[in-house]
């Protein structure tokens, strides 16, 4: 295009001038990016490093941890096990941070919020499933166990997958199939005086001490701990300046409550500190806390609230008093023992820099409700009275009424301001005496910017000729609108099918029976019929045979399951499906083959008996957990860890074979 009123020599060299220009421009950006993009590779690869370097510094400690017999020697190797263990947590997380920050145009948060704790993954080795399967496939089973070489290798790589989840849905969708996988492979190859042979190692969450069990139930301890630490960090990552994200996150750490409360209540003999009762409560706590926290995050940005709306700040006052209250008691069990000797000093630190914090930031919006809040009607007052002086509301005030004059309210609202300012000044001084939380600059702009509100206030407040020392501010009572509950997590949810179904129904094909094939098995047709009565599905049972007839001549017998119909495996067929089939031969009669449970198993429908160090109690349907075959398979309750399945009850109905 020439621009008008110019040569044409002119236009064109300026236009040429403004395409070059932009090329610079874009040439620039080009080089910007790549530039950033190189930075990001580059730090990659350094962490990647620093990783590589604490594994091995790991591996050597955990070797003398377990060489030496020197209660001072493995004292320091524990020691400098957490410090290795707290670096690749650390390193994860920036690895991790920087895979999500690829793109430089995503949106930030503008919002300043107060930093939320989250918990590490354990750790694992990387575990040989083929040897102890292939032998229980080949010995118990009588398969070939060649033949299920896809199925252990896609068992190992679930594991695999499940070692190093993202931190995301997809992450907890992973974990959680692996954790229904675990409990099919339980149901089948885990017997009360059998164990896999496997020797599980995990690494402690809090300390990086390694310890190991062959227990199948310390992999899935493992497992849905890890579920819990994985919605902790899914909750800390939330944008908590929106509603939408203070939603995710108390949605989030109730789930991480809900996981660590189902985990102390099924899980008994734990091989580390990290998955101890003890620990498990402290944990529970916590999360319910952090969980309250983002519920007063949340009333904050729902609607800002007007400083002359007296009830109002006195409704937030109790919920930051209640946010308190719950840290309190978080760090009054971080401070017991044993938890206090493996529970990280930054922890500790910041839970009670957050209880006084929170119990200051009560007293600030007490204060503004008195000295901003319009005079209250006379019908307010109880409710008032009940919040400052914890009063219940049908009861007579036991204590000085609240002020109704300005100038008293006035008073009152600054002795409520000194209690704030003291209690942040603390939450300051608790925060510069941590060395790892003076690194946290967000939590000491949240402190200062408190500070600074509350002093500003109090200076308004505070007059030429007040000479009066002020009274000291009762405390404001914890209360509020929305107590969140440890929610469990959801494992039906998550449909999974069991990798191992070729080997037959879980009711009989187990490794707590013991059975015996006949077959085939040519029986004929008579005048009445095969001779035999069928019930049940998947396997179908053979559960009446009429003396003397055919079925009997042919050696079946009551209490058999059909195994085979003409050659056609019948292992997961229907009831109706078996019968189907009967009924299509000829005179020339079928040939079946058979399976007999042996003395000594367990007869399908029986309840589990495991030692503490079971599984949890999950139907298939709870579980989501799908049977592939030809047909479904009778939902049935699995093995629970410190519970019993219920005695189903035999049978179907009833169906003779088929007659012509």
């Not at 949605?251 to 500190?273: C, D, K, T, V």
């Not at 946290?440 to 402190?447: A, E, F, K, N």
């Not at 019930?535 to 049972?541: N, T």
């Amino acid at each position: 295009m020439v621009p008008e009123g110019r040569p044409d020599g002119a236009g064109a060299g300026e236009e040429s001038a403004r395409l070059q220009a932009a090329g610079s421009v874009r040439k620039g950006c080009d080089l910007l990016a790549n530039s950033q993009h190189g930075c990001l590779q580059s730090r990659r690869a350094q962490i990647h490093q620093q990783i590589n370097r604490e594994l091995r510094m790991r591996t050597g400690a955990e070797n003398l941890y377990r060489a030496t017999s020197n209660a001072r020697v493995r004292e320091t190797v524990a020691l400098e096990l957490s410090y290795v263990n707290s670096s690749l947590q650390l390193l994860k997380e920036e690895l991790e941070g920087l895979d999500g920050n690829v793109d430089a145009d995503q949106p930030q948060s503008e919002g300043i919020t107060v930093p939320m704790i989250p918990l590490g993954l354990k750790e694992t080795k990387q575990l040989d499933w083929a040897t102890p399967l292939k032998e229980l496939i080949s010995g118990h089973f009588g398969e070939d166990s060649a033949s299920y070489e896809a199925e252990i290798r896609e068992l190992e790589d679930l594991r695999q997958a499940a070692r190093t989840p993202s931190r995301s849905e997809a992450g907890l969708e992973l974990l959680t199939a692996y954790y229904n996988q675990l409990c099919f492979q339980e149901a089948r190859f885990v017997t009360p005086a059998r164990s896999l042979g496997l020797l599980f190692h995990w690494y402690d969450s809090l300390t990086g001490v390694p310890a190991q069990q062959r227990a199948l139930a310390f992999e899935k301890g493992s497992v849905l701990f890890n579920i819990g630490a994985l919605h902790t960090q899914i909750g800390a990552r939330q944008d908590r300046s929106c509603p939408e994200g203070t939603s995710c996150a108390v949605e989030a750490f109730q789930r991480a409550a809900g996981a660590f409360s189902l985990l102390r209540e099924n899980f008994s003999h734990a091989p580390s500190p990290d998955m101890s009762p003890a620990s498990l409560s402290m944990l529970e706590q916590l999360m319910t806390a952090q969980a309250q926290e983002c519920v007063f995050e949340g009333l904050l940005l729902q609607a800002p609230v007007a400083p002359r709306d007296c009830l109002a700040q006195l409704h937030l006052a109790q919920e930051a008093a209640q946010v308190a209250a719950e840290y309190r008691l978080v760090h009054q069990t971080m401070a017991q023992p044993p938890v206090q000797d493996y529970v990280p000093f930054p922890w500790t630190t910041l839970v009670h820099v957050k209880a006084e914090y929170f119990r200051a930031l009560a007293h600030y919006h007490a204060a503004l409700a008195l000295c901003d809040g319009a005079p209250v009607a006379e019908a307010e007052l109880p409710a008032l009275e009940q919040i400052f002086l914890g009063l219940p509301a049908s009861s007579e005030p036991r204590g000085p009424a609240l002020p109704q004059e300005q100038e008293d309210r006035r008073k009152l609202g600054k002795a409520h301001l000194k209690r704030a300012i003291l209690g942040q000044e603390e939450a300051l001084r608790l925060h510069a005496v941590c060395r790892a939380l003076r690194r946290v600059d967000l939590l000491q702009v949240v402190l200062a910017q408190a500070l600074q509100r509350s002093l500003a206030k109090y200076s308004e407040l505070d007059l030429e000729d007040d000479f009066c020392e002020a009274a000291e501010a009762p405390d404001v009572r914890p209360k509020t609108q929305r107590r969140p509950e440890g929610r469990a997590p959801s494992f039906s949810r998550v449909k999974v099918a069991d990798i191992f179904h070729r080997l037959g129904p879980l009711s009989v094909f187990s490794a707590r029976n013991r059975w015996r094939l006949a077959g085939p098995i040519h029986v004929a047709r008579g005048e009445g019929g095969f001779g035999f009565t069928l019930r049940g599905d998947a396997p179908v049972l053979i559960a009446a045979v009429v003396p003397g007839g055919r079925a009997a001549a042919a050696g079946l017998k009551e209490g058999d399951y059909i195994v085979s119909v003409n050659g056609q495996p019948c292992r997961w067929w229907k009831h109706a499906d078996v019968v189907a089939q009967l009924k299509g031969v000829g005179d020339e009669g079928v040939s079946l083959q058979v399976l007999t449970l042996l003395p000594g198993a367990e007869p399908p429908g029986s309840g589990d008996r495991r030692p503490a160090l079971g599984a949890l109690l999950r139907s298939q349907k709870e579980c989501g957990w799908e049977t592939p075959g030809p047909a479904q398979a009778s939902p049935r309750p699995l093995l629970g860890w410190n519970r019993k399945a219920k005695r189903g009850k035999a049978g179907r109905r009833l169906s003779p074979a088929p007659h012509p």
